[in-house]
């Protein structure tokens, strides 16, 4: 958040009090300002009106600030019934919560997003908000999928737990590559380690030898990761199909037209697999996926229905399935110019699968699980050390060096990999500006292109490359037979350069098929009419499950933040007291029950 108010015209700069008093430190009259700018809202006639406008997004660290007419139409006749502008509101727009899913970019949202994925996740485990119950008794896994090795890097192992909970665990660590022979890569490094590392210590994921680390095919690994996991479900369900009919499970005949009229008919199996994952991001810079697999029942009368599985096929049969695809699925991405045999993407050896059960005496629960997969959900690259907003040109200096650090060599790769025009025996630092070891900036003056007077402090003009980029790869496409606007799934190329702050994943972290629960709209929804039902009468209520008319906003983006910190620092103030007030209420309602 910018310390100083912000203009209130849209698009317009931050603007800053004279330097009236020199001799102040600075700190202490930005805290000085705060204060009194806190006193003048406090002090308005407004300030009561003003919170309880603000009240839906208070606790957020970026709201987003709109502007305009919201107007009242009555349903059947489309006749104008009121019409209300932001301009008589407090400070004239309408504050919503930016809704960021980070938990590193806005704390209070991503909470609400945790929670809600939570119930997502346990919906589909044991029912409710829609789901039957009855999916708590079918068969359901918690499978891991990781990533193969690129290189060894240092890691923290306990092998023997004697800690009684997990997350208070304090048990001793194993040395991280102790070794009696003496081992030297071709660089001159040991690749030797006998530090027991502490949790939070920086040198976990990172390479023994930097140098011998294979980036390039890990940025490459963490672009395919969603086409692996799509080929893994595709190859899970051929190997129940294969073995249901093994067993002599029948299978429904249905009939449907295809798109020259003729009538066709198709075999399926009366069961169905619901996923949903968790893509968690290692310390190493790459990720692995967190999965649910739930085996249900189908029947082509009721194709929405979640029905009950078919007897023949059980828990350990998905098991046996996982364990099968993990070590078979493999593909090749399409050639490369810095690898024209392209990459093989495979999962790693440490593919781990464990049984959910509601009761508490399984491997794993499903408050357990839901537990997990959502908080993944709010997470990055954090963990990496890395955080930072979409790459292009003139950002990509300050975050990719490829003999700079992990996480800076890996962006580099990215960037030099997605620059599929690049010719092989190119060199890829002349894409990135000069850096010193000291500050990492960027310090080549700025100079003029003579193609198309562009003015860069790149070595190299990024308009005159963008084109001959593009120009590349339409000619390779045109020699392949593709077209240019359509890229294949196994090629990396093209999504290298835009997911390179994600270091190459370009996934979502929370996923599920379409049958798996309930969705995220459902819940704003109930969220929605549960706030409705506790500031309305119960007739308005009535009224808003049969609606007669309808609200229609004409609002428009003027600003993202608070106008200025003392707004934040109350807004932020009274959402934490109305939330200890909350928690307060909880407590004394559960002392009271019990």
């Known amino acids: 958040m910018s310390v100083v108010p912000e203009a209130p015209a849209s698009g317009a700069a931050p603007y800053a009090k004279p330097d009236t008093y020199p001799s102040v ?17 406090a002090a308005r006639p407004d300030y009561e009106a003003w919170l309880a406008h603000v009240k839906t997004a208070a606790a957020c660290t970026r709201p987003i600030r709109l502007a305009g007419t919201i107007a009242t139409i009555e ?11 932001t301009a008589d509101m407090p400070d004239g727009v309408i504050y919503k919560p930016c809704g960021n899913r980070r938990e590193s970019v806005c704390p209070s949202c991503s909470k609400l997003y945790q929670r809600d994925a939570y119930q997502v996740v346990r919906a589909g485990l044991v029912g409710g908000k829609g789901v039957p119950e009855q999916v708590a008794h079918h068969p359901a896994v918690f499978p891991t999928f990781t990533a193969p090795s690129f290189g060894e890097v240092h890691t923290r192992a306990i092998k023997r737990h004697t800690c009684a909970r997990r997350k208070d665990c304090d048990c001793r660590p194993d040395p991280c590559h102790a070794r009696r022979a003496l081992t030297v890569c071709p660089h001159g490094v040991r690749l030797v380690c006998f530090v027991r590392h502490a949790g939070d210590d920086q040198r976990l994921g990172t390479p023994l030898c930097r140098d011998c680390y ?3 095919t890990q940025a490459v690994w963490n672009v395919m990761a969603g086409e692996l996991w799509r080929r893994t479900t595709i190859a899970i369900h051929r190997y129940l199909r294969r073995l249901a009919r093994h067993r002599g499970i029948p299978e429904f005949r249905i009939y449907y037209v295809d798109s020259t009229g003729k009538q066709r008919s198709r075999l399926v199996p009366p069961w169905r697999l619901s996923f949903g994952k968790a893509a968690e991001m290692q310390r190493r810079g790459v990720v692995h996926f967190h999965a649910i697999i739930r085996l249900d029942g189908y029947h082509p009368d009721t194709p929405d229905a979640i029905l009950p599985p078919p007897p023949g096929l059980d828990t350990a049969d998905l098991i046996a399935a996982i364990d099968h695809t993990a070590k078979r699925v493999c593909f090749t991405t399409d ?11 495979g999962w790693g050896d440490q593919v781990h699968t464990k049984v959910i059960t509601v009761a508490a005496e399984g491997e794993v629960t499903d408050a357990q699980v839901a537990a997990y997969l959502a908080k993944y959900a709010t997470k990055s690259t954090e963990i990496t ?23 800076e060599r890996l962006i580099a790769a990215c ?11 190119r060199p890829h630092v002349d894409l990135l500006p000069v850096r010193t070891a000291t500050t990492g900036a960027a310090l080549r003056a700025p100079w003029i292109c003579p193609a198309c007077a562009n003015r860069t402090r790149l070595r190299t003009c990024p308009t005159c490359s963008a084109q001959t980029a593009a120009a590349a790869r339409a000619a390779a496409a045109v020699h392949a037979g593709q077209s240019q606007a359509r890229h294949r799934a196994t090629d990396p190329g093209p999504r290298l350069r835009r997911w390179a702050h994600m270091l190459g994943f370009g996934g979502h972290f929370l996923t599920k098929s379409r049958r798996h629960s309930v969705t995220f709209a459902l819940l704003r929804e109930q969220r929605i009419f549960f706030r409705r039902a506790q500031t309305s009468a119960p007739e308005a209520i009535e009224t808003a499950m049969e609606p007669t008319t309808l609200v229609v906003n004409f609002l428009q983006f003027v600003g993202a933040g608070w106008h200025t910190t003392a707004d934040a620092m109350l807004a932020n103030t009274s959402a934490a007291m109305a939330r200890e007030h909350a928690e307060a209420a909880r407590q004394a309602r559960t002392t009271l029950a019990a």
Do not use: C, K, M, N
């Open 75 to 85: 349903a059947a006749t489309s006749r104008l019934l009121a019409e209300r502008s």
């Open 214 to 216: 294979d980036y390039d």
């Open 415 to 425: 960037w030099r990999l997605g620059d599929t025009g690049q010719p092989a025996t």
């Open 335 to 345: 050639p490369h110019p810095s690898r024209p045999g392209g990459w093989a993407i």
């Open 25 to 41: 430190p600075a700190w202490w009259r930005r805290s000085t300002d705060v204060r009194l700018q806190a006193i003048a809202r």
């Open 385 to 407: 050390g890395h955080t930072s907003a979409r790459l292009d040109e003139d950002t990509i200096g300050l975050f990719a060096d490829p003999h700079g650090s992990h996480t």
